[in-house]
């Protein structure tokens, strides 16, 4: 092999894409008159990638135009050029199976609370290799969850960085010996959890989870997870359930571009159905991975 | 003049400080995994100087440590430490009349919710110039509000950068026309204003602000203000009032560390007594720039 070859095929760096430069991601940086930094002024997105593809793609860029729309912003590239930026940081960065990561900000300038049409949009890409192995480690051991109060604002539906309250609720889950935590709105409804959306299995076999209509996340993996269901024939329901209602279910899970559909066995401590991953979750989540995959498909 | 006398009287590029450096403002960044940056995990504060003196140091220090208290963070520092790097920041940029921007984040750390007591907190510090001239004409002049509705989360107490909501209501005050936007809660009831504390004055001469208690922030300015205004016996009352009552106010006016008492002579297009800046406000300021002078000397 050449010296030339071998330099070549050398494993990069963790490459960043920052405003319009490929940049080592040690030394990526944004100024701190960003406003994402300064005001949560930033959306962001999270793919799931497979095989060195993006899981997902349309619908989570659906999203993203849809949060940018929410507060604003716009796309400052075609989709079609966003796509291919993204891929090529997957590429730079030889993943196979990890995650990319989007945030989009308002861009930078100097410090005032309102926003205008001349800022510039600023986008950062990462990308980061994952061990699959240990999420599926994860998966068949179920994970526990704890609930909190819903204090977040009403507008929940934007994927925004403005993620403080889902910080300190992850936060004291962990604390708590828990994976995740789920917010309990003011009837003692749950919500979402706070990165992945909630799912619960009743006594006839449903699978619910919330309806988006009502401030929580659009998520991606939960649609494509719900249209997966029907598709098979899994019965489902989109209505609010409460957190007694999840203490009695026979199932209950998770689902997340992160973690895919990810069975909860333990709720504030109390075993869920007979405390181990249940069958609908791990049915749900192969139905998830062969219809996520299949979209992926050239 | 010798060239080193002349390089030693050159006017310095404007410094900012980040996380132990001073840095020329235009180069100064940060990591993009900054928790600042990709989950608002950071609080600020804002101070105003005066002839190149922090105003009202001691209750911003004091509502800082509060901020991170809440969000389970500590300042990284002594507060001595601290108030010498402002102060640097302050002489540094030969700064007589402006603004001390203080931001803390959780620091740089890979992406994931949670916090951890592992992670080392960064600090930013900006500072920047302002025409007293233009805020004391738009003082002469009085602001218009808008009022909005009230979607924040449930602990606008703590002084984040979660600011999000508080950009998207400025923002459309000023597309309305206004200088601030008001949020007001489901019961009608005004909480504070995108980025101050807010005032009536009613009937009677009473000057009315909302309780702290009732998840708004706790304006230093509104608290330095309340002080002064007790001190020189001007009535004063601390409940919410609707949005109804500020319309038929007698007088109404903003307070910030950035404005000070600001009048406010229009509400959603609604003249506010004779339209003009009221005598309540007026004195206001007076008493509260001297209070905040008097704290200030050494």
Not at 137 to 154: M, N
Not at 175 to 191: I, L, N, P, Q
Not at 254 to 268: C, E, F, N, Q, W
Request: hydrophobic share 45%; aromatic share 6%.
């Amino acid at each position: 092999m050449t010296v030339r070859a071998k330099a070549r095929r050398a494993p990069p760096g963790r490459v960043a894409y920052v405003d319009g430069r490929y940049l080592l991601h040690g030394m990526a940086s944004v100024h701190i008159e960003d406003r994402g930094l300064q005001f949560a002024d930033s959306v962001y997105e999270v793919f799931f990638v497979s095989d060195g593809k993006l899981m997902d793609e349309a619908p989570h860029l659906d999203r993203l135009e849809r949060s940018l729309d929410a507060i604003g912003m716009k796309l400052p590239m075609t989709r079609k050029a966003l796509g291919l930026i993204m891929q090529e940081v997957v590429r730079r960065n030889r993943l196979t199976t990890g995650f990319l990561y989007l945030q989009m900000t308002r861009g930078v300038a100097p410090r005032d609370h309102a926003a205008t049409d001349a800022m510039r949009p600023l986008l950062i890409l990462t990308a980061k290799p994952v061990n699959s192995q240990a999420i599926e480690t994860r998966r068949a051991a179920g994970v526990a969850v704890v609930t909190t109060d819903d204090i977040r604002w009403g507008r929940c539906d934007i994927k925004t960085t403005a993620l403080l309250p889902n910080v300190l609720a992850k936060t004291e889950a962990r604390k708590r010996g828990a994976y995740e935590a789920w917010f309990v709105d003011r009837d003692g409804m749950v919500t979402e959890g706070s990165s992945t959306n909630a799912w619960i299995v009743d006594g006839n076999g449903v699978a619910i989870t919330r309806s988006i209509s009502d401030n929580i996340l659009p998520g991606v993996t939960r649609r494509v997870a719900l249209d997966a269901a029907t598709a098979a024939g899994v019965k489902i329901e989109e209505r609010a359930f409460s957190r007694d209602e999840a203490y009695g279910a026979r199932e209950a899970f998770l689902t997340s571009a992160t973690g895919g559909v990810m069975p909860v066995i333990r709720i504030d401590g109390k075993s869920i159905g007979d405390g181990e991953p249940g069958p609908v979750a791990t049915r749900l989540q192969a139905l998830y991975r062969a219809l996520s995959a299949a979209n992926a498909a050239p």
